[in-house]
């Protein structure tokens, strides 16, 4: 078992920047990835970012693409995202997800352990 754990989040003005960052523990030598993905109210789960922990890869959303960075934090297994430029579209849950196997997967379905979520409100 992976246990995730996030931190952040909050209320921001739109325009504004928050940063997110999940931890996880447990039996992480078998993960391969972890990613970010994100549910507002009435709609499906999104992906945002994936980065590959061995080989610090990124992927993105088009939505997230050149305002998110998702990065390895210095501890071991710790990955944060830095959202800038924040809309009120990207008001959701924000929610860390981790995943053993290749290739990089952009489905919720493909990602083995989940975080409990974490509130991102960007206020107009």
């Known amino acids: 078992q992976v246990q995730l754990v996030e931190s952040g989040g909050g209320l921001v003005q739109a325009g504004g920047s928050l940063s997110l960052s999940c931890a996880a523990s447990?039996?992480?030598?078998?993960?391969?990835?972890m990613g970010w993905f994100r549910q507002a109210p009435g709609k499906e789960r999104e992906f945002v970012a994936a980065?590959?922990?061995?080989?610090?890869?990124?992927y993105y959303s088009d939505s997230a693409k050149g305002r998110f960075t998702l990065s390895r934090a210095n501890a071991k297994n710790t990955v944060s995202l830095q959202m800038n430029s924040l809309k009120p579209e990207d008001t959701a849950v924000y929610s860390c997800?981790?995943?053993?196997?290749?290739?990089?997967?952009?489905?919720?379905?493909?990602?083995?352990?989940w975080g409990q979520g974490t509130q991102v409100t960007v206020s107009s």
């Open positions: 997800a981790a995943r053993s196997s290749w290739p990089v997967a952009r489905s919720p379905a493909d990602y083995d352990y």
């Open positions: 980065v590959l922990l061995s080989g610090g890869n990124t």
């Open positions: 447990g039996r992480t030598f078998s993960t391969k990835w």
